[in-house]
């Protein structure tokens, strides 16, 4: 069964740092994609970034510049880079891991909330 498990989130003021980590156990396929979601407070789910296998990388527009996706694969475990932060980027961070079995399967982290506020 694959598990996600999210650690890094927290208080931050304007302009600062975090750095989220997402550790994947359990995953049975080569063909893989990583990424971070958000979701604010009476928003939908929205991408933040995604990096594939292949370490190719996909970015929201607010948050390109800003935020840097990367991936160890040995240890199976995707980061979130997060400099500049600003307000508007308050909000759950939520981990995703998709693969390519005999067809695409998803999963989910339970989310880090990630505060920016002075």
């Known amino acids: 069964q694959v598990q996600l498990v999210e650690s890094g989130g927290g208080l931050v003021q304007p302009g600062g740092s975090l750095r989220l980590s997402c550790a994947v156990s359990g995953s049975n396929f080569y063909i893989n994609i990583m990424g971070w979601y958000r979701q604010a407070p009476g928003k939908q789910r929205d991408l933040v970034a995604t990096?594939?296998?292949?370490?190719?990388?996909n970015y929201a527009d607010s948050v390109k510049g800003r935020f840097t996706i990367s991936r160890d694969n040995a240890k199976n475990t995707v980061y979130l880079q997060m400099n500049s932060l600003k307000p508007e980027d308050t909000a759950v961070y939520y981990c995703?891991?998709?693969?390519?079995?005999?067809?695409?399967?998803?999963?989910w982290g339970q989310g880090t909330q990630v505060t920016v506020s002075s």
């Open positions: 995703n891991y998709r693969e390519l079995g005999t067809s695409w399967f998803e999963y």
């Open positions: 990096i594939s296998n292949g370490a190719r990388t």
